[in-house]
Structure formats: structure tokens, C-alpha cells
């Protein structure tokens, strides 16, 4: 955490375990089963802040370290740090929280079922300065075995009183299975693998003035089968009943985007919001005759849709990285993100594009970021 604002002020360093009792091979010792077991590891790991608490979220996966057998996902893992202590620094590097500093573990994080969620929860980033407000963690689930898919939409927050994380259960559309995205084809690279998108991660969420902002990934009927596409989220934070929380006119939306039907792909979707609700979503859009792209929409607050997309970073030749041995997919280039500016009027975008080095026939893992700032 940096000493100042500024960055260039220095920088406070901590690190805290990324799995419950890490290296602990100890089965009972808390009575829940939940203790470490080797081949633990965390994994994609997220960060959001408030005005009292930096949280910080991660699954945690396991694979058999004697054999390398393909990671299977255990739970999801949370921890809740006392924003203005880490600010202050004077504490010791490795932290324990809930003990050497203030703050909460959940580990595992349970859905709204008491079942260990294991898919990617995500901490919001609260764009205020109310002490009070709620931390707000965003996950979404849906049903395997149904086509489409039941979809829900799980919110966390943890109470004031008792420390302990309240779920609530949103309905959205139903989802669609999963498609490899195609991407373009060139000289050195004539038959590249396609790109998972890792649909229902979401990779970004924020709140603001009353609303839970983020995206995540889906799929569409085009002319010519399932593409890719995305699911752009507003829910209004504060309803209490279900019929306010899904209610257009308390603010409630859910788009599955692109609307038009085309044979792009659309993937690895972020979003957030500027001060006065415009939203802004930033993505990949690919197809089998064109490389990656990293573009973006704005979503002005009282347009019934998004303006027209425009283009931030236009890929070199295609992802090239060690397909899956499973699917021969390549997936894993989700090191993205979306936040607003502190102004106010402005959003930030991280996003991947496939570069193309001096010789392209050593291309491998060519993934640089394309880092811009949109004024909405």
C-alpha cells in the first residue's frame, strides 16, 4: 500500500496467507474440514477497498502435488483488513488477521445454500466516503444441468453486529453454455488455438451512489451458432424485497450484449461507473478473421442502451500460448481491470492484446497490456 496518494511516495509491504491454516497439515484442527492440504494454492486473486476495510479474495485450488493432476477448485477465500491500519504502517510484514490486525476471515466463503462456493468472488471497489456503507462481495451461480443455464447473481455483505458474511440471491437470465472463440489466423500462427473466456467470472465490480456495478461473461445465438457475448449488471444495492432488487425502474439491469446477432466473440468483459452513473465496459472482441481486440462502450445513465464501441488496442497476431490439454483452448490471460478515476468524469482499462515480437515465430505467451483512460 503506497505511504501517500502518491505513488511515488513508497510503499507499505504485507502478505497474509492465501489459503485457510496455510502448510498446516492438520485435518480437524478447526473441526471443519477446511485445513490445509498439500497442493493448496491460491488463485485469482482480487482486490477491492472501502472506507474502513481493503478486501482481498481468491479460490483456492488444489492439485495432488505427487501426481500434477489437473487443479480442481476447493473454496473460495476472503479476508477483511483494516484499511486505515495497513495506511498507517508500524505493522510487521506477514500479517495475521483478526489477530495482528484488525479484520475478518472467510474461509470458505458458503453460497447462499451453505455449499463452499467455488468460482471467483468479487470484492466491489466502493466509490465513497461513507464509514457506514456496506462491503459488497459479487459472485454469480448457475445451474449445470439446465440448458440455458439458472443464473444467479449472490451478493455478500458482512454485518456490523456480528462480523459474519449475509448472503442475498439476485435472479438473472438464464446463461448459455460456454463456446472457444476463434481468433484470426496469420502466416506464422495459421491454425491458433481458441480463447476460453471463462464465462461467469467477474473480473470488476464497483459501487456507487446506491448501485452494485459489474459484467461478466455469456454466450448468444448468432447467425451461425453460440458466440461469446457479455452480461452488463446494474442492481440497485439497498432494496429490500426481490421485486425492488430486479425492478428496471428502481435501476435494475441486465443486458446480454452485443444486441445484434454477428459472428464476433465477445469476452474477459469489465465495468464500473463514473460519478454521475455513466457506465463504462471495456472487453475482447475477436472472430476467426480478425485477432483480439481490447474495446470499450460507454453506457450513459438515462440511454436505454451503450453508445457505439470504439477500439482502445488492436491485436498483432493471435494469443499464442500451451493450449489446455483438455479442451486445446489458451484462457488463462485474465490479468484485467477497470476503475474510475478519483475525478470523478473518467474510467481506467487494463486489458491484454496479443503483440507481435521482432520475430513472430518465437511468439509465445506475446501478451502485453493496453492501458488507456476514457473520459464518459
Known amino acids: 500500500m503506497s505511504v501517500k496518494e502518491d505513488p511515488r511516495s513508497g510503499w507499505h509491504l504485507y502478505w497474509w496467507d492465501a489459503t ?16 490445509f492440504v498439500p497442493g493448496d494454492a491460491g488463485d485469482y486473486p482480487y482486490i ?93 451461480l448457475n445451474d449445470p444441468n439446465q440448458s440455458p443455464h439458472k443464473t444467479d447473481v449472490v451478493i455478500w455483505t458482512r454485518s456490523w453486529i ?10 438473472v437470465q438464464p446463461s448459455n453454455d460456454w463456446v472457444a472463440a476463434p481468433q484470426g489466423a496469420d502466416a506464422t500462427v495459421p491454425k491458433p488455438a481458441p480463447l476460453k473466456f471463462r464465462n461467469l467470472n467477474v473480473f470488476s465490480a464497483t459501487y456507487r451512489q ?14 451461425n451458432g453460440l458466440v461469446e457475448a457479455m452480461r452488463v449488471v446494474r442492481i440497485p444495492a439497498f432494496e429490500t424485497t ?10 435494475f439491469i441486465d443486458r446480454r450484449l452485443p444486441a445484434a446477432k454477428q459472428d464476433l466473440h465477445y469476452g474477459w468483459p469489465t465495468l464500473t461507473s463514473t460519478a454521475k452513473g455513466d457506465m463504462v465496459f471495456a472487453y475482447q472482441r475477436t472472430s476467426a478473421s480478425s485477432f483480439p481486440e481490447v474495446r470499450y462502450n460507454v453506457w450513459s445513465k ?17 494469443f499464442v500460448d500451451t493450449p489446455d490439454a483438455k479442451d486445446g483452448t489458451v484462457g488463462d490471460l485474465d490479468m484485467i481491470n477497470i476503475a474510475p478515476d478519483p475525478d ?10 496479443p503483440f507481435k515480437p521482432a520475430n513472430p515465430k518465437t511468439a509465445f505467451q506475446n501478451y502485453q497490456l493496453a492501458i488507456g483512460r476514457v473520459l464518459a
Open 20 to 35: 485457510k491454516d496455510d502448510g498446516a497439515y492438520n485435518y480437524g484442527e478447526d473441526g471443519a474440514g477446511f485445513v
Open 48 to 140: 477491492g477497498i472501502d472506507s474502513n476495510f481493503f478486501v482481498q479474495t481468491n479460490i483456492v485450488g488444489h492439485r495432488d502435488p505427487t501426481t500434477g493432476a489437473k487443479t480442481t477448485r476447493r473454496y473460495a477465500f476472503g479476508n477483511f483488513v483494516d484499511a486505515n491500519a495497513l495506511a498507517a504502517g508500524g505493522l510487521p510484514q506477514k500479517l495475521e488477521v483478526g489477530k495482528t490486525v484488525f479484520g475478518n476471515v472467510y474461509a470458505p466463503i458458503y453460497d447462499p445454500n451453505g455449499v463452499e462456493f467455488r468460482s471467483a468472488v468479487q470484492p466491489a471497489l466502493h466509490v465513497t466516503n461513507d464509514a457506514s456503507a456496506q462491503v459488497f462481495l459479487v459472485g454469480v
Open 162 to 171: 456480528d462480523g459474519k458474511l449475509h448472503t442475498r440471491t439476485v435472479p
Open 210 to 223: 446506491g448501485f452494485i456495478y459489474f459484467a461478466f461473461g455469456d454466450s448468444m445465438q448468432s447467425t
Open 242 to 251: 426481490l421485486n425492488g432488487l430486479t425492478d428496471p425502474a428502481k435501476g
Open 302 to 318: 438515462d440511454a436505454a442502451g451503450p453508445q457505439p464501441s470504439h477500439s482502445l488496442r488492436t491485436g498483432q497476431m493471435p
Open 344 to 353: 470523478g468524469k473518467s474510467v481506467w482499462i487494463a486489458h491484454p492484446f
